[in-house]
């Protein structure tokens, strides 16, 4: 092909170029073939809309057409565009001739032009992309992914990419992907049976990383203003629609901010982000809206343009006691609030205005949070939006030496993998604070999708690879 790739719908539908004879290359998505003429309708996955070939039965033969145009074949069509004013689509093609590049099976291919199940678009993520609702979903992901960057970069902050192998367990919560080259069927052991992890890759064991924060930590304690955007890894066994063993996340780490600072941070950044789906995606937010989520466009509007409520964890908690409501899980002080709670809370409480909840209890939280003066809470935030629950979970850091120190030998905790996490209290340690917000969960919120299996484009989940 010379001059440049053949245009994309969407850049047609921008400039249309009209009495031009053009080559457009796409899908078919649905084909109805009357007596003397075939109309097909070509989507290619760059808008929504689809763009209108009639094909004449003298120009192209009707035989070929019904042979070769398959819902789901690749075809390219050479044609002269004609403005159609009379009719509901601005334009269509007239085609002087076409080229199949790969034909289609009818009878055993699995998409058709009805709506298919998201159950069973689960089952065949590798065609999911010629839906329209995956189409929607991944050019928001895209977007709201790039738009993460802008909001970031225009504040100051740079982005560092942190290590996917590390020795370390971040959140404490061991739900940890063991990394190795030793053979699984004769793990070579010392006398006293433990694992001779010095024949082992790395000389000591290794793990896929559940957050890049103390990496981030460490950057941010020399470039003041950091943000990490990669995968991250949790042996997550449970099968909910909220988790995924390989997501995405985002973590800002700022010197010099503290709770406040950063909760503030946090919210206009959500809010930001959700403006910027709201202008950049408004079919595909009205398409996701019409099909899946009558509440999606009225509650995203909502929470960009009204504050975000705050309450303390020990507020939280009266509040779920005095709600009357019989709740599954306990709602006494100390317990971690459940999706439950942080429904009740967003939903019912707030009439769908996230809420940010700060202060958890320092025993239900991870080791690095900075202690709180009243000895029980540390100073950490979760943000919840309604439908979804947590969207991002933060916190300002323990940066007092002494302080870190003692919690990580309360928890039982290995010192070594954590040398020079430690050391960063003892060089010039400054108060300092980060977050932690999936990408998955947020785009739940922002596509009306109620399982994160269907916003990436393949999952990895407990027992299950799509
Ligand atoms: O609350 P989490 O565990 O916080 C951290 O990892 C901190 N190190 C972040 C930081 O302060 N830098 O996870 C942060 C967010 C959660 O709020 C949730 O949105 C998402 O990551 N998340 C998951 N998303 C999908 N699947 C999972 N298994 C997830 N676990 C956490
Ligand atoms: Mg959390």
């Not at 996917?164 to 190795?180: K, M, N, Y």
């Not at 290995?414 to 400054?430: K, N, V």
Request: with cysteine; charged share 20%.
């Amino acid at each position: 092909m010379s001059g440049g790739p053949p245009p994309t719908i969407a850049e047609i539908y921008a400039k249309p170029p009209v009495n031009q004879v053009i080559q457009i290359s796409g899908w078919v998505r649905t084909r109805r073939t009357t007596r003397a003429i075939s109309f097909v309708e070509l989507q290619d996955g760059s808008t929504l809309k689809s763009l209108q070939i009639v094909m004449s039965h003298q120009q192209i033969p009707r035989e070929r057409i019904e042979c070769e145009l398959h819902t789901g074949a690749a075809i390219t069509v050479q044609g002269l565009l004609r403005a159609t004013p009379d009719r509901p689509q601005p334009f269509e093609i007239e085609a002087q001739a076409f080229s199949l590049h790969g034909a289609v099976d009818p009878e055993t291919y699995p998409l058709q032009k009805k709506a298919h199940s998201l159950e069973f678009l689960r089952e065949i993520t590798h065609l999911r992309p010629r839906t329209r609702t995956f189409q929607a979903i991944f050019r928001i992901r895209s977007g709201v992914s790039f738009a993460i960057h802008q909001y970031l970069q225009s504040q100051g902050f740079v982005y560092v990419h942190t290590p996917i192998l590390t020795p370390s367990d971040c959140e404490g919560a061991g739900q940890l992907f063991q990394v190795t080259t030793l053979p699984l069927a004769a793990v070579p052991k010392h006398p006293d049976g433990r694992v001779a992890y010095e024949k082992d890759f790395f000389g000591q064991p290794a793990y896929l990383t559940v957050s890049g924060q103390l990496e981030g930590e460490l950057l941010a304690m020399g470039l003041t203003r950091i943000y990490t955007f990669g995968p991250t890894f949790r042996a997550e066994p449970s099968h909910t629609p909220r988790h995924l063993a390989e997501f995405w996340m985002i973590e800002p780490e700022m010197a010099f901010y503290d709770l406040t600072l950063t909760m503030d941070l946090a919210e206009d950044f959500l809010r930001y982000l959700i403006r910027y789906a709201l202008e950049h995606f408004p079919e595909e937010l009205t398409f996701l809206t019409e099909r899946y989520e009558p509440r999606l466009i009225d509650e995203l509007q909502t929470a960009s343009s009204q504050p975000f409520m705050r309450l303390s964890y020990t507020e939280a908690i009266e509040i779920l006691k005095k709600s009357g409501r019989a709740f599954q899980f306990p709602t006494e002080w100390g317990s971690d609030l459940q999706a439950e709670h942080e429904r009740y809370l967003v939903e019912e409480y707030a009439s769908g205005r996230p809420i940010i909840v700060y202060n958890y209890p320092q025993a239900i939280k991870a080791f690095y949070m900075r202690q709180n003066e009243d000895g029980k809470t540390v100073a950490s935030f979760d943000v919840l939006f309604p439908r979804i629950g947590e969207v991002i979970g933060g916190s300002q850091r323990e940066e007092r030496y002494d302080r870190l120190l003692r919690r990580m030998e309360e928890l039982g905790m290995p010192l070594l993998p954590y040398q020079a996490y430690l050391d960063t209290r003892r060089y010039g340690t400054a108060p300092h604070s980060g977050f932690g917000l999936g990408l998955e969960r947020l785009l739940l919120f922002l596509t009306g999708m109620t399982n994160v299996r269907d916003v990436i484009p393949f999952f990895r989940a407990a027992g299950q690879m799509g």
